[in-house]
Every structure is written in structure tokens, then in C-alpha cells.
């Protein structure tokens, strides 16, 4: 008895996930069809990246690179290291490559929106 009811335990466990995971893709499917459309993605969600520019004489000047995203400087410390956040739908890549062009890599590093990696 104690068995069948793990068993139908886990069973509805499974379905509520099954049943989130496809109303999740739904919704993602009609808000990416919506943009799309309208060409309109202000206000949307967009992974945050974490972009640490280092031994910095002043806060490095992001807006000239607006068409990356939406830049917030989140902090800075006494060594001159800036730390922004980038919301944008671009690829860690395509912000490295980018930023490469002023600075030199060892100036500068990309973290996943993840958090998981540096590139």
C-alpha cells in the first residue's frame, strides 16, 4: 500500500512537471511570435551578463555600445575594476568580439547569465 502511494506520488509529480514544462514552452513560443510581429522588445526579459572591466583610469564610457543592450554599472572598487550588468539576447561571443575591438582581452571579461563561466 505504502508503494502504490510513492507510485502515485511520484506519477503526479511527473505530470505537474510534463504539464509546467509544456505551458512554459507554450508561452515562450507566443511571446518570441508577439516580438516578432511588433519588432518591439523593450520591457521583454533578457539574460544579464556580468562584464568586469579591469585596472580602469575611469568608468569605462558604454554608450557607444547601446545597441548591445541595457548597460548598469553594478559596482566599482579602489583598483579601478568596474563591474557592469548587460541585459541583452546577444551571445557571450558576439559581447567579447565587441568589446575586443577598444579593449584588450585581459582588460576586460564576459561572464555567462548563468554565472557559470568567464569567456
Given at each position: 500500500?505504502?508503494?502504490?502511494?510513492?507510485?502515485?506520488?511520484?506519477?503526479?509529480m511527473?505530470?505537474?512537471?510534463?504539464?509546467?514544462?509544456?505551458?512554459?514552452?507554450?508561452?515562450?513560443?507566443?511571446?518570441?511570435?508577439?516580438?516578432?510581429?511588433?519588432?518591439?522588445?523593450?520591457?521583454?526579459?533578457?539574460?544579464?551578463?556580468?562584464?568586469?572591466?579591469?585596472?580602469?583610469?575611469?568608468?569605462?564610457?558604454t554608450?557607444?555600445?547601446?545597441?548591445?543592450?541595457?548597460?548598469?554599472?553594478?559596482?566599482?572598487?579602489?583598483?579601478?575594476?568596474?563591474?557592469?550588468?548587460?541585459?541583452?539576447?546577444?551571445?557571450?561571443?558576439?559581447?567579447?568580439?565587441?568589446?575586443?575591438?577598444?579593449?584588450?582581452?585581459?582588460?576586460?571579461?564576459?561572464?555567462?547569465?548563468?554565472?557559470?563561466?568567464?569567456?
Amino acid at each position: 500500500m505504502l508503494l502504490l502511494g510513492l507510485a502515485l506520488g511520484a506519477g503526479v509529480m511527473v505530470a505537474g512537471i510534463i504539464v509546467g514544462v509544456r505551458t512554459a514552452i507554450r508561452c515562450h513560443r507566443e511571446v518570441c511570435r508577439l516580438i516578432r510581429i511588433t519588432g518591439d522588445d523593450h520591457e521583454t526579459w533578457k539574460p544579464t551578463f556580468h562584464v568586469l572591466f579591469k585596472h580602469q583610469h575611469a568608468a569605462p564610457d558604454t554608450t557607444c555600445w547601446d545597441d548591445l543592450g541595457s548597460w548598469q554599472l553594478a559596482l566599482h572598487n579602489q583598483r579601478g575594476d568596474y563591474y557592469f550588468e548587460l541585459k541583452t539576447t546577444l551571445s557571450e561571443l558576439e559581447i567579447t568580439n565587441t568589446l575586443a575591438q577598444r579593449f584588450s582581452k585581459q582588460d576586460f571579461s564576459v561572464v555567462s547569465w548563468l554565472g557559470l563561466y568567464v569567456v
